[in-house]
């Protein structure tokens, strides 16, 4: 979030910056640097403005594109599951590994916005914003992910998990509160759940555990059933949005003939 608003202040004083310098163009003219190029788009706008128009949405496709295609944890965690098997924690390997199973507690936590006891928790804060119109925004300021060591179990053994860098991946909040200015929102781990995960399987004094993969910069959490969802329906969306990128192609190829 705090990126996103980065770029979005960065995109903003660019164009801030560019009316401010058209504007004193329009004042100072052949003294102000640039004088040909601006005078040649001010004589010929009509034309300039039809190039924009054709090339304006392919530019803000590319934009959305690549912040699509941005890599981040949580989608290199979503491709490795895609691709790995699921492992039976008795016979893990040494490396990359997927595991399925039932999560057990070792040392309980307090969640922060409703104090249950649960293994680990992903918390946010954000600001509320109301404008004239009474619709409301909401801005992150802050988030946190917070998990002990805990088990995962399934009809063959149980291992441990380191759960430093560890990110909840399609997990739904738990818990919401609010007051006038603030929302409050977790999401837990908790004992029981049944959960699939992605991480490295190590051994320390001849004992396996599963910690953060340092090489893919993945340990990744999430539900079972969310997970299965996914993968049915994410070759539809890659299909879809396939299918949107060639028609405006399509689109505009014909725009410019």
Not at 80 to 89: H, V
Not at 149 to 159: A, C
């Amino acid at each position: 979030m705090r990126n996103n608003r980065k770029i979005l202040f960065f995109i903003i004083g660019i164009v801030a910056f560019c009316c401010l310098y058209f504007v004193l163009w329009l004042i100072f003219k052949e003294k102000m640097p640039f004088h040909e190029y601006l005078s040649d788009f001010y004589t010929n706008y009509d034309s300039y403005a039809e190039r924009i128009f054709v090339f304006l949405p392919l530019g803000i496709f590319a934009i959305v594109a690549l912040l699509i295609l941005k890599p981040t944890s949580a989608k290199r965690f979503l491709k490795l599951q895609a691709s790995l098997p699921t492992s039976k924690i008795q016979s893990i390997a040494k490396g990359l590994v997927e595991v399925e199973g039932i999560l057990v507690m070792n040392t309980a936590l307090s969640s922060p916005v409703m104090n249950e006891t649960c293994i680990g928790y992903y918390y946010t804060i954000e600001d509320i914003d109301r404008d004239s119109e009474g619709d409301v925004s909401y801005t992150t300021i802050h988030r946190e992910t917070k998990c002990n060591p805990f088990l995962i179990k399934d009809n063959t053994g149980t291992i441990e998990v380191e759960p430093d860098g560890i990110e909840l991946v399609l997990l739904g909040e738990t818990n919401i509160s609010s007051n006038n200015s603030k929302r409050y929102k977790e999401t837990l781990l908790k004992d029981g759940q049944k959960m699939l995960l992605v991480g490295y399987a190590d051994a320390r004094n001849g004992v396996p555990f599963i910690r953060r993969d340092n090489h893919h910069k993945v340990l990744g959490i999430t539900s079972s059933s969310g997970i299965d969802v996914w993968n049915k329906y994410q070759p539809l969306l890659r299909s879809f949005l396939f299918i949107c990128s060639i028609i405006l192609l399509i689109i505009t190829y014909i725009l410019i003939q």
